[in-house]
């Protein structure tokens, strides 16, 4: 069953904690996005990936942190410099060059 | 950068109506227009998508319109079902300055069919 995953569904995090969304997929898909979605408001690009061990800030990139290690895999930490995360993260995945982005089913971050 | 207007912020339809969402964006080098459908709690779903060298595309019930030269696009959904009530998304991407990867979405529709 191809497609993407996220884990948690929901995670929760205490003042000066930093804490890391899982996002893996099995498209065999090269690019990989970071999202978030506040109540109201459209998807803000947070990082992008197109190849392994490359990644690039999107619009709203400050407080948050990325790796790509591995091809299947895109994990984002929200630091504790990020004041305001409580929000809806969403994790994408496309081919290089490929406009169509296909969504994992969210994490929800609340804070303690 | 490229900037993406959607209106209706929330639309509310009778089951069996006709439903038009519509965008305009502001980067005329765009070419990809993807509608996403959102249910409450999950990710995005792909439902549509055009590309700037057609006009119209159509899957059953869902049809997008495309206008380059006033810069906007539409979604219609006929014969409106009440499993259509989702909040849907426009995106645009393509533009210039080498961010031909980047999807810019509206702020998004509430769309809600009544029985």
């Known amino acids: 069953d191809g497609g993407i995953t996220q884990s948690p569904k929901y995670l929760f995090r205490k003042e000066g904690q930093n804490v890391t969304l899982s996002c893996e997929q099995n498209l065999n898909h090269d690019a990989m996005y970071w999202y978030r979605q506040d109540p109201g408001q459209g998807l803000r690009l947070i990082y992008y990936?197109?190849?392994?061990?490359?990644?690039q800030k999107g619009d709203i990139a400050e407080g948050y942190s990325v790796s790509r290690e591995k091809k299947e895999s895109f994990p984002l930490t929200v630091t504790s410099a990020q004041k305001n995360p409580t929000a809806f993260y969403l994790c994408?995945?496309?081919?290089?060059?490929?406009?169509?982005?296909?969504f994992g089913p969210g994490t929800r971050l609340l804070v303690l | 950068g490229e900037n993406v207007e959607q209106h209706p912020s929330t639309l509310s339809v009778q089951e069996g109506d006709s439903a038009v969402i519509k965008c305009t964006y502001s980067?005329?080098?765009?070419?990809?227009f993807p509608w996403y459908k959102q249910e409450l709690g999950k990710g995005p779903q792909l439902i549509i998508d055009i590309r700037s060298n057609v006009g119209e595309k159509k899957d059953q019930r869902i049809a997008v319109t495309l206008n380059k030269t006033a810069k906007h696009f539409s979604l219609h959904i006929t014969e409106t079902q009440p499993e259509d009530s989702a909040v849907y998304f426009c995106?645009?991407?393509?533009?210039?300055?080498?961010?031909?990867?980047?999807?810019?979405f509206g702020k998004g529709t509430l769309l809600t069919v009544n029985p």
């Open positions: 980067d005329s080098a765009s070419n990809y």
């Open positions: 995106a645009a991407s393509g533009g210039g300055g080498g961010s031909n990867y980047k999807l810019t």
């Open positions: 990936s197109q190849i392994v061990n490359d990644f």
């Open positions: 994408a995945s496309s081919v290089v060059g490929g406009e169509t982005q296909y």
